[in-house]
């Protein structure tokens, strides 16, 4: 582990986490939380998502702002592109929740980070989901995330980092382990 | 359950004991090697006890292992207090009926006052028990009569029961699982495929020797503990053991909790002092898949963070194995072999995510998934939300007088090993002396 004489400085509160994980454990209830969205269909393909409300330590809570991005097909797909794809967002999400864990190991092991970039590509053949070939799922078949990280760190630092990033992050969670979805109708 | 049958007893929180229940300072519950060595330190001490055990001495090593299973520490390890291993293949590992041998020799060497045969079915603290509710004190209820004593050491192990996932109900009916447990040999087995599900020393031993058996085999890999059986030319429990990692103390440990839960490390004993890593395994046709994550209509799927798990168990075998290096250098040690790295886990080019079992040929599932203490008996309310005794390196949390011992990474990381017990043996005896000492002031 690299040890610095300066404090480092990712900008993450790993006392907090680290206290909030140890009181979590003697009150497990309170760590079940409840993740919202709200889609509402606009136009087309186009939709808009708000991200408000959430619960977890036994009560509601509320983003300070609602936060709203649109999702779209693009203009191959005779759509109109006024937002990005839904397997893009997910990207999005993974890349997110990967990073923060980057910035949040690298705090507790007490290393510095000066620049972090996360490229990620999805490998998906569309003869699925345009319903032309039933051997071809769906979904991305291969998910590369690459980390471009520049810090005070050895290169077998860094793939430790990025290993533990992927241990603790819930998007990774998701995309490589089957979950559970309902879809119903209210 | 009622005791001896007398109908004074009844399962209830207070109860009423026999007027035949008969006082001892000690009950140790458990004669396996953990329970023997705290036994023989309250020898030591002229302590009074008993060793109460279900069935024979070593039990869980005569009637739960499979055919071909030796320890995984080699025999020069094999030390327990008043007795050590003193054989001629001190770099040897033990057979199953060479353990048994070791532990009931053991066992009579310390004059053991062992109770065979004698199975609790309920301790419960003080009240009733014959000893002042305020000075606590314990009762053991078994099926041979009930003891009330001042202290209790549970040593009845922390592998009484085969975990196996709840995804279980789902395999399909015509595929046969067994656990480690009931598993004995690959002959045993019928003759189709085998999913051994988890990458311990258990998955891994058992998955090479059905690969043997001439059987194909798919192995389920989640996060595990990859170590070579030999290092520089000395066995890995040389290392740590020389190195000090083996004696770490459980409070200077950094997660605790993460320590005590490791699978056990991808090690076998073998007269040959191999390696079975999984490169082992794949480079001789098992198949390697990610964890189990569900089973739906017949098909399994597997996470596609195998690559990931596999990266972790390398990084930290190179952690490890730097130590060992970082160490021979500091103590300027006389070694030839000079320091290298073993090649990293070869992946899969595209991992297999989904698997209908039946139509790939598989006929048994192998849940080599880990196992857990069975505390059924247990009536004094210290377990924690998820089942295990709340102590402090084996000193269990508001119960005084109550012991636990012979549990992964108890007080040192050596805790659950043979020679674990000699030091967790020692500490814990002085603390249940002290305790004695008290009650009786």
Redesign the interface.
């Given at each position: 582990m690299t040890m610095t004489n300066s404090p480092v400085n990712n900008g993450v509160n790993t006392e907090a986490l680290l206290g909030a994980r140890d009181a979590l454990s003697q009150a497990p209830e309170a760590a079940d939380f409840v993740w919202k969205a709200e889609c509402k269909w606009i136009d087309g393909t186009y939709s808009e998502t708000t991200l408000d409300g959430f619960s977890g330590l036994g009560q509601d809570h509320n983003h300070p702002t609602p936060h709203t991005f649109g999702m779209d097909h693009p203009e191959c797909f005779a759509s109109q592109d006024r937002g990005a794809t839904p397997p893009e967002a997910l990207l999005a999400a993974l890349a997110g929740c990967l990073t923060a864990g980057v910035a949040s190991v690298a705090q507790h092991r007490g290393i510095q980070l000066r620049s972090v970039t996360a490229n990620v590509e999805g490998k998906m053949n569309v003869l699925g989901i345009l319903g032309a070939d039933p051997d071809i799922r769906n979904g991305f078949t291969d998910v590369a995330v690459t980390f471009d990280i520049d810090a005070d760190a050895t290169p077998e630092e860094l793939q430790a980092l990025v290993a533990q990033s992927q241990k603790r992050s819930a998007v990774y969670d998701m995309v490589t382990n089957p979950t559970n979805v309902t879809v119903g109708v209210a | 359950m009622s005791p001896s049958g007398s109908p004074n007893t009844v399962k209830a929180r207070v109860s009423v004991l026999p007027e035949s229940a008969r006082r001892i300072s000690v009950a140790i519950i458990g004669a396996g090697h953990a329970g023997l060595a705290v036994s023989r330190r309250l020898t030591e001490r002229s302590i009074e006890h008993v060793v109460l055990e279900r069935g024979e001495v070593a039990n869980s090593w005569r009637t739960e292992r499979w055919d071909s299973l030796r320890l995984l520490t080699p025999n020069w390890q094999s030390q327990l207090p008043g007795m050590g291993y003193d054989g001629d293949e001190p770099d040897g590992f033990m057979t199953m009926p060479e353990v048994v041998d070791f532990i009931s020799t053991y066992a009579e060497t310390i004059s053991a006052p062992v109770h065979s045969s004698t199975t609790v079915t309920r301790l419960s603290a003080g009240v009733g028990a014959g000893v002042g509710a305020g000075a606590g004190g314990y009762a053991v209820e078994t099926n041979r009569g009930c003891w009330t004593c001042e202290a209790v050491v549970i040593a009845s192990g922390g592998s009484n029961i085969a975990n196996v996932p709840s995804l279980a109900s789902e395999v399909p009916e015509s595929i046969e699982t067994v656990t480690p447990m009931t598993y004995r040999s690959p002959e045993r087995l019928n003759d189709r495929g085998v999913l051994v599900v988890g990458a311990s020393a258990t998955g891994v031993q058992l998955a090479d020797e059905i690969l043997r058996s001439g059987r194909d085999v798919t192995i389920s890999v989640g996060?595990h503990v990859r170590m070579p059986r030999v290092y520089r030319g000395r066995d890995v429990f040389w290392w740590m053991d020389a190195a000090g990692i083996s004696d770490e103390r459980h409070t200077d440990i950094d997660d605790l909790v993460r320590a005590r839960n490791l699978p056990s490390p991808q090690l076998i004993g073998t007269p040959d002092r191999r390696s079975i890593d999984l490169n082992a395994l794949t480079d001789r046709g098992v198949k390697m898949v990610?964890?189990l994550?569900?089973i739906?209509d017949g098909r399994a799927?597997f996470?596609?963070?195998l690559a990931?798990v596999c990266?972790?168990g390398d990084?930290k075998m190179?952690r490890l194995l730097q130590s060992f290096d970082d160490w021979a250098t500091a103590t300027d040690l006389d070694i030839s072999d000079p320091p290298h790295r073993f090649d990293p886990t070869r992946l899969p080019s595209t991992p297999c995510l989904e698997l209908d079992l039946v139509a790939s040929g598989i006929g048994t599932i192998v849940w080599a998934t880990g196992y857990r203490p069975d505390y059924s008996w247990l009536d004094v309310p210290v377990l924690d939300?998820k089942g295990r005794i709340s102590h402090d390196g084996g000193i269990v949390r508001d119960a005084p007088g109550l012991y636990v011992t012979g549990l992964n990474v108890l007080r040192r990381r050596r805790s659950s090993f043979i020679n674990g017990a000699a030091h967790d043996s020692e500490e814990i005896s002085n603390h249940l002396a002290r305790h004695l000492a008290t009650t009786h002031a």
């Amino acid at each position: 582990m690299t040890m610095t004489n300066s404090p480092v400085n990712n900008g993450v509160n790993t006392e907090a986490l680290l206290g909030a994980r140890d009181a979590l454990s003697q009150a497990p209830e309170a760590a079940d939380f409840v993740w919202k969205a709200e889609c509402k269909w606009i136009d087309g393909t186009y939709s808009e998502t708000t991200l408000d409300g959430f619960s977890g330590l036994g009560q509601d809570h509320n983003h300070p702002t609602p936060h709203t991005f649109g999702m779209d097909h693009p203009e191959c797909f005779a759509s109109q592109d006024r937002g990005a794809t839904p397997p893009e967002a997910l990207l999005a999400a993974l890349a997110g929740c990967l990073t923060a864990g980057v910035a949040s190991v690298a705090q507790h092991r007490g290393i510095q980070l000066r620049s972090v970039t996360a490229n990620v590509e999805g490998k998906m053949n569309v003869l699925g989901i345009l319903g032309a070939d039933p051997d071809i799922r769906n979904g991305f078949t291969d998910v590369a995330v690459t980390f471009d990280i520049d810090a005070d760190a050895t290169p077998e630092e860094l793939q430790a980092l990025v290993a533990q990033s992927q241990k603790r992050s819930a998007v990774y969670d998701m995309v490589t382990n089957p979950t559970n979805v309902t879809v119903g109708v209210a | 359950m009622s005791p001896s049958g007398s109908p004074n007893t009844v399962k209830a929180r207070v109860s009423v004991l026999p007027e035949s229940a008969r006082r001892i300072s000690v009950a140790i519950i458990g004669a396996g090697h953990a329970g023997l060595a705290v036994s023989r330190r309250l020898t030591e001490r002229s302590i009074e006890h008993v060793v109460l055990e279900r069935g024979e001495v070593a039990n869980s090593w005569r009637t739960e292992r499979w055919d071909s299973l030796r320890l995984l520490t080699p025999n020069w390890q094999s030390q327990l207090p008043g007795m050590g291993y003193d054989g001629d293949e001190p770099d040897g590992f033990m057979t199953m009926p060479e353990v048994v041998d070791f532990i009931s020799t053991y066992a009579e060497t310390i004059s053991a006052p062992v109770h065979s045969s004698t199975t609790v079915t309920r301790l419960s603290a003080g009240v009733g028990a014959g000893v002042g509710a305020g000075a606590g004190g314990y009762a053991v209820e078994t099926n041979r009569g009930c003891w009330t004593c001042e202290a209790v050491v549970i040593a009845s192990g922390g592998s009484n029961i085969a975990n196996v996932p709840s995804l279980a109900s789902e395999v399909p009916e015509s595929i046969e699982t067994v656990t480690p447990m009931t598993y004995r040999s690959p002959e045993r087995l019928n003759d189709r495929g085998v999913l051994v599900v988890g990458a311990s020393a258990t998955g891994v031993q058992l998955a090479d020797e059905i690969l043997r058996s001439g059987r194909d085999v798919t192995i389920s890999v989640g996060e595990h503990v990859r170590m070579p059986r030999v290092y520089r030319g000395r066995d890995v429990f040389w290392w740590m053991d020389a190195a000090g990692i083996s004696d770490e103390r459980h409070t200077d440990i950094d997660d605790l909790v993460r320590a005590r839960n490791l699978p056990s490390p991808q090690l076998i004993g073998t007269p040959d002092r191999r390696s079975i890593d999984l490169n082992a395994l794949t480079d001789r046709g098992v198949k390697m898949v990610g964890r189990l994550g569900r089973i739906s209509d017949g098909r399994a799927q597997f996470a596609g963070s195998l690559a990931n798990v596999c990266v972790m168990g390398d990084l930290k075998m190179n952690r490890l194995l730097q130590s060992f290096d970082d160490w021979a250098t500091a103590t300027d040690l006389d070694i030839s072999d000079p320091p290298h790295r073993f090649d990293p886990t070869r992946l899969p080019s595209t991992p297999c995510l989904e698997l209908d079992l039946v139509a790939s040929g598989i006929g048994t599932i192998v849940w080599a998934t880990g196992y857990r203490p069975d505390y059924s008996w247990l009536d004094v309310p210290v377990l924690d939300r998820k089942g295990r005794i709340s102590h402090d390196g084996g000193i269990v949390r508001d119960a005084p007088g109550l012991y636990v011992t012979g549990l992964n990474v108890l007080r040192r990381r050596r805790s659950s090993f043979i020679n674990g017990a000699a030091h967790d043996s020692e500490e814990i005896s002085n603390h249940l002396a002290r305790h004695l000492a008290t009650t009786h002031a």
